[in-house]
C-alpha cells in the first residue's frame, strides 16, 4: 500500500479565469453529453460489423461480467480495451474504422473487452446484478485480470500486449502498478491523461458534472430525454462535438455511427472516483489512499503512448505524464499532429476512429507490438 | 565596453553551400511572427550589455568571455508611476510584433518597456547566441531602475518564445526579483517533433538567415503549420542564435527554474507546435510559485492558439497583462 498522497500543487490558488459568455451555456451541454448520450447509446448491436469470430461472457472473481470478442489469428495475443462511456466498439466500428480487423491480419491474436457495464457485458447473464457504485479501481482490479486471465488460459500464451484508449489506458496503467506487469509484453496507450492538475474550465466543468452525475441512476434511459437532445442536436453549437473529436478528421456518417454505437453508459461510482481525481488533481483510488502515478514507476513494459495534438479530453501536455512516470527502458511519447506529419490533428476519438487512422494509428500500435512482442 | 567581440568559431551546419529553403524554414520556425501595419511609436534609447559576471551557460556550449550585445529598450509611451512591465522580444523579430502585447500592458495601467535585440551586426551575427545575448538582460534592467527616480516601483518582465527562456535564464543574475513574470510560448523542456528534427538537418552557411521563400514540409509550409493563415514577415536572423535556440528545443536547456522564487505564469498555445503544452506544464512544477494556463478550446470561448497567436491575439494579450497587474496591486 502507498503512503497517503501529499498534495502539491503549486500556485493552484492563483490562475486567470478567462471564461467568456460561452461557459455560462457549456455546463448545460456538457451535462447533455454525459448524462444523455449514454441513453442514446443504451442499445448495443447484436452483432459485429468486423466479423468477430466468438465471443465470451466471463464471470470476474467479484461477480460482475465482461465480454471479450475475438478477432483470432497466430500471433500472441493482444487485449484491447476501451475508455470511458465507451464500450468494445469503439476499435470495432466498420471493416475501415477496426483495429480489431488490423491487428488479427497483422497476425496479433486480438481481443476486444468490454468492461462491466458497457457493451455487451452489459447485455450478460447477470446484467440484473449492474452496481452503479462501479468504479475505475474495479474495471482494472476486477475486470482486466479476469480478461487477461481467461485470454492466457485459452491462448495457452504467457503474456499478452495491451492497447487501451483514453480510460483503458488509465485501468492499463493502474492494473499493472498494482497487480504486476509480468503478464503483458508491451502496452500501448492512447489520449489516456493522468495529469489533472491546474483545471482548465472544461476539467473544472466535468468535476460539477462528475459530482451531479455520482449522485444519480447509473444510466438515464428516458427516451423522451434522447429525443430532447436529438431534436436539439441542429441548434447546438459546434462545440460539444469538437470536444470529442476533429471533425475535420472523421466524417460527419461516422461519427454518427459512432455516437449510436459506441457510446455506454456513465456509472455513478466511476462519476464519483473521477470526481475525486478532479478534485484533487491526481490520479487516485477511490478510497483516495492510493496516487497511482506514484506507483507507475513499477512499470517497466515497453510503453507507446500517443496523444492528439487537438485531442481536448486528454491533450498531450495530460497525457504526457502517463510517459514519465514508468520505468520502462523502451518507452515512446507520439504526439499525433500535423508537425509529426500526420494529415490531421487529432482529437480525443478520432485516434481510435479518424478516417486516417487505419492508415497513420493502427500501424504506429501494431508495429510497436510486433517489435516488442513476447 | 569592449567592442570588439572575441574570436569565436560561428556555430554552422557542415553542408554544401546555403540553402534558401533550409533557411527560411529555421527563420519561420524559431523567429518570426507576422507582421503588423501600425509602427512602434516608442522613443528608442541604444545601450550596450557588458556584465561584469557571466552568466552560467548550456554545458552543450562553451561560454567565452562577456560578449557586447547591443540591444534597445523601447519606451511604449506612457510616463506613470505605475509598475514597470519590460517585455524581452526575441532576437530578430521586429518589435512591432508585440503591438497587441504591448498595448495590452499600457491598457491594463502597466508602464510598458520593450527590450529589443540588435542591431544583429554588433557584435557580427556569427557571435550571436542566445546564453550570451541573455547577458543583457541585467544590464537592461538596471536602466530602467536607473530612470526611476524614486526606485519605488516593482518591476514585471515578461516574454515570448525564445525571449521569455532568456528571460527565465536571467531572473537569477538580477540584483532583485522581479514582482513577477510571464512567459509566453516558452519551452521549459524539449518536446522534439518531426518538424523540429527536420529543420535541424538542414544545411546552412551564411551568418544570417534571410529568405523570401516559404519551405515545404511533407506537403504543408513551414508558415502554416506555425502560424496558420497569418502572413510571416521577412527579417534577417543570426543563424547561430537559431541553430542554438533549435537545439534547445529538440534537447533541452539547464534553465535556474527552482531559483526564481516569484510567481510565474507559464502560458502554452493549445497550437503551438514549437512550444507545445508539454514542454511547459511538467516543468512548471519545478518553479516554487508558478501557475500553468494552457489556452485553447478548453477554455471554450476561442480558438487554440498557434505559437504567434500567444502575443497577437488580443484575448490572450489582455489575459497576461491583467494578470501581471494583479499581482503588483495591493
Not at chain 2, 534597445?72 to 514597470?84: I, Y
Not at chain 2, 542564435?241 to 502554452?268: N, Q
Request: net charge negative; aromatic share 6%.
Amino acid at each position: 500500500m502507498n503512503p497517503p498522497i501529499n498534495h502539491r500543487i503549486p500556485g493552484s490558488a492563483r490562475r486567470p479565469g478567462p471564461v467568456g459568455i460561452c461557459s455560462f451555456l457549456c455546463p448545460l451541454l456538457l451535462l447533455f453529453f454525459l448524462i444523455l448520450l449514454p441513453t442514446c447509446a443504451s442499445t448495443v448491436p447484436s452483432s459485429s460489423p468486423c466479423g468477430v469470430q466468438e465471443g465470451y461472457w466471463i464471470e470476474t472473481e467479484d461477480a460482475a461480467t465482461i465480454y471479450l470478442h475475438h478477432h483470432a489469428a497466430s500471433g500472441p495475443p493482444v487485449l484491447v480495451v476501451h475508455g470511458i462511456s465507451s464500450n468494445h466498439y469503439c476499435w470495432d466500428l466498420d471493416p475501415r474504422r477496426s483495429l480489431g480487423v488490423f491487428l488479427a491480419q497483422a497476425g496479433l491474436d486480438t481481443w476486444l473487452l468490454d468492461m462491466r457495464g458497457h457493451g455487451l457485458a452489459s447485455k450478460g447473464p447477470d446484467a440484473r446484478h449492474m452496481k452503479r457504485s462501479w468504479n475505475i479501481d474495479d474495471y482494472a482490479l476486477h475486470d482486466i485480470p479476469a480478461a487477461i486471465d481467461f485470454i492466457r488460459q485459452k491462448t495457452g500464451a504467457p503474456r499478452l500486449g495491451y492497447v487501451g484508449h483514453s480510460l483503458g489506458g488509465i485501468v492499463g496503467a493502474i492494473y499493472a502498478s498494482q497487480l504486476g506487469d509480468s503478464a503483458l509484453y508491451s502496452m500501448v496507450v492512447l489520449g489516456s491523461p493522468v495529469d489533472f492538475s491546474d483545471p482548465d474550465p472544461l476539467l473544472q466543468l466535468a468535476r460539477h458534472a462528475f459530482l451531479l452525475g455520482s449522485g444519480m441512476p447509473a444510466s438515464v434511459r428516458t427516451p423522451t430525454l434522447a429525443r430532447m437532445l436529438d431534436a436539439m442536436a441542429d441548434r447546438l453549437p459546434a462545440l460539444p462535438e469538437e470536444l470529442l473529436y476533429n471533425p475535420q478528421n472523421i466524417s460527419r456518417e461516422a461519427a454518427m455511427r459512432m455516437m449510436d454505437t459506441v457510446v455506454s453508459p456513465l456509472w455513478a461510482g466511476e462519476m464519483r472516483q473521477f470526481y475525486k481525481i478532479l478534485n484533487t488533481g491526481y490520479l487516485i483510488s477511490a478510497d483516495g489512499t492510493v496516487d497511482y502515478v506514484q506507483a507507475m514507476s513499477s512499470i517497466t513494459v515497453p510503453l507507446l503512448v500517443m496523444a492528439g495534438r487537438a485531442d481536448r479530453i486528454a491533450p498531450p501536455d495530460r497525457v504526457r505524464p502517463y510517459y514519465l512516470a514508468v520505468s520502462s527502458l523502451e518507452r515512446r511519447f507520439v504526439v499525433a499532429g500535423r508537425e509529426n506529419g500526420f494529415a490531421r490533428d487529432y482529437g480525443h476519438l478520432d485516434l481510435p476512429l479518424g478516417d486516417r487512422a487505419q492508415d497513420e494509428i493502427y500501424p504506429l500500435i501494431a508495429g510497436w507490438l510486433v517489435q516488442h512482442g513476447p | 565596453m569592449d567592442g570588439s567581440p572575441p574570436e569565436q568559431e560561428p556555430i554552422v551546419k557542415p553542408g554544401t553551400g546555403t540553402n534558401g529553403l533550409m533557411a527560411l524554414g529555421l527563420i519561420l520556425a524559431l523567429n518570426q511572427a507576422p507582421s503588423i501595419a501600425a509602427p512602434l511609436s516608442a522613443t528608442p534609447e541604444t545601450v550596450a550589455a557588458t556584465p561584469d559576471e557571466p552568466l552560467p551557460s548550456p554545458s552543450s556550449l562553451p561560454d567565452t568571455s562577456p560578449v557586447s550585445h547591443s540591444f534597445t529598450l523601447n519606451d511604449w509611451g506612457r510616463d506613470l508611476k505605475a509598475p514597470v512591465a519590460l517585455l524581452v522580444e526575441t532576437p530578430g523579430i521586429g518589435g512591432q510584433a508585440y503591438q497587441v502585447i504591448l498595448e495590452a500592458l499600457e491598457q491594463a495601467g502597466l508602464d510598458a518597456w520593450s527590450l529589443q535585440f540588435g542591431p544583429l551586426d554588433n557584435p557580427p551575427a556569427q557571435h550571436w547566441a542566445v546564453h550570451l545575448a541573455t547577458r543583457a538582460i541585467p544590464v537592461a534592467v538596471q536602466q530602467l531602475k536607473a530612470r526611476d527616480r524614486q526606485a519605488r516601483r516593482r518591476l514585471l518582465l515578461l516574454g515570448h518564445g525564445m525571449g521569455g527562456v532568456m528571460m527565465l535564464m536571467a531572473i537569477p543574475e538580477l540584483d532583485e526579483p522581479p514582482r513577477a513574470v510571464a512567459a509566453l510560448g516558452s519551452p521549459l523542456e524539449p518536446a522534439p517533433s518531426e518538424l523540429l528534427e527536420w529543420l535541424d538537418t538542414l544545411d546552412t552557411t551564411l551568418p544570417t538567415i534571410t529568405t523570401d521563400m516559404d519551405p515545404s514540409w511533407k506537403g504543408q509550409t513551414v508558415s502554416s503549420l506555425l502560424w496558420g493563415s497569418a502572413p510571416p514577415p521577412r527579417e534577417p536572423l543570426p543563424t547561430r542564435l537559431a541553430l542554438e535556440y533549435l537545439d534547445w528545443l529538440l534537447r533541452g536547456h539547464a534553465l535556474p527554474l527552482e531559483s526564481i522564487t516569484c510567481p510565474v505564469l507559464l502560458v502554452a498555445g493549445a497550437m503551438d507546435r514549437l512550444a507545445p503544452p508539454e514542454s511547459i506544464r511538467m516543468a512548471s512544477h519545478r518553479l516554487p510559485d508558478s501557475t500553468f494556463l494552457r489556452l485553447g478550446m478548453l477554455h471554450l470561448d476561442w480558438s487554440d492558439p498557434s505559437h504567434g497567436d500567444l502575443i497577437q491575439d488580443r484575448r490572450n494579450a489582455e489575459l497576461v497583462a491583467d494578470w501581471l497587474r494583479q499581482e503588483v496591486e495591493p
